[in-house]
């Protein structure tokens, strides 16, 4: 039998999709002053995906070319950004595949020692929505284990390495305990995921395609994709996100990459980025994890709702 066209699908059948991950509330305190740590007004949660080779070795390029591309990004782009970091006082979060964490073993604990978050970002960069739930459970098991490892315990955020969740994916998080997850787009602020309808206790630190800077910076030579935004334009959308997140007392989540955002033009925006970030006194920057440490009680506060 054919499968159904969406437009066949019975009320019950959409509903289900719809329904299958969704935003729970908010975790944002109601009281502005209580908000962010020290009453910051705002809070700023600045991530580098590490990926690297393996996008590439992910579908099968193996071209030195194609190597070279991705090795740049470890090479160049990683101790350009960490001593941006350093400069600005910046703790952030570096998600990075297995493979990477294999290729590099001093990568990920060089991290952590420069006062950074590793989190998991797959195991070669897979497209998990391809995934069977028996492989996809596997391929982050693997990862964890190289990253217990290397680092002497477990990453506590996941990011999947397609922003986007199989129909297993949350499930496969929750059975291995993470805290946090950073891949879904619901809000500008953290929130719970709720699975079919029930309360899952698993944080979402929101990502989102406007801050990244793959959208408008990357290059695919044989393809029809071409870097379309010159740096200097791309840091004012950043700055207006960050500004217009300080009106709202809210959190600014911003995701780069070391092979596209470490170049030398696009880390003086960076630079600059941060230089405007660090020109307010009234910012707490914190690593996704501690953005979902300090938002866990709101958590709490739920279920004492729920049960009052």
């Known amino acids: 039998m054919e499968p159904k066209q969406p437009w066949q699908w019975s009320e019950a059948e959409w509903r289900a999709h719809v329904e299958h991950v969704r935003a729970g509330r908010a975790l944002v305190d109601p009281d502005p002053s209580k908000r962010w740590p020290g009453g910051a007004k705002v809070a700023v949660a600045l991530s580098f995906d590490s990926d690297h080779e393996t996008p590439a070795l992910r579908d099968g390029e193996t ?31 570096f998600y990075m595949p297995a493979v990477c964490a ?19 970002h797959g195991w070669i960069h897979e497209r998990n929505t391809l995934l069977s739930r028996d492989d996809e459970l596997e391929l982050i098991v693997r990862a964890l284990d190289v990253f217990e490892s290397q680092l002497g315990y477990r990453p506590t955020g996941i990011r999947t390495p397609s922003w986007d969740f199989s129909g297993s994916t949350l499930s496969v998080i929750r059975e291995l305990g993470f805290v946090y997850d950073s891949s879904l ?44 935004m010159p740096p200097r334009q791309l840091l004012q959308i950043w700055i207006d996100e960050f500004d217009a997140a300080r009106a709202e007392g809210g959190l600014f989540q911003l995701t780069l990459h070391p092979h596209i955002i470490g170049y030398r033009s696009r880390l003086k925006i960076l630079d600059d980025l941060l230089a405007h970030i660090r020109s307010f006194d009234d910012v707490w920057i914190g690593t996704h994890a501690d953005i979902a440490t300090h938002v866990s009680p709101l958590l709490q506060d739920i279920s004492r709702e729920e049960h009052a």
């Not at 740049?72 to 910046?90: D, F, N, Q, S, W």
């Not at 001093?106 to 020692?113: K, L």
């Not at 309360?199 to 290059?219: C, K, Q, S």
């Open 185 to 228: 787009m619901a809000d500008n602020e953290p929130y719970e995921l709720v699975e079919h309808g029930e309360r899952t206790g698993v944080i979402e630190i929101p990502v989102e395609w406007t801050r990244d800077d793959a959208p408008y910076l990357m290059m695919d030579r044989y393809g029809g994709l071409r870097p379309h």
């Open 102 to 120: 294999l290729l590099r073993p001093d990568e990920a604990p060089g991290y952590v020692a420069a006062g950074h978050e590793v989190g998991i």
């Open 63 to 93: 071209s030195p070319g194609r190597m070279a591309q991705g090795e740049y990004g470890a090479r160049v782009g990683v101790p350009r950004i960490l001593e941006l970091l350093r400069k600005h006082e910046a703790p952030s979060s």
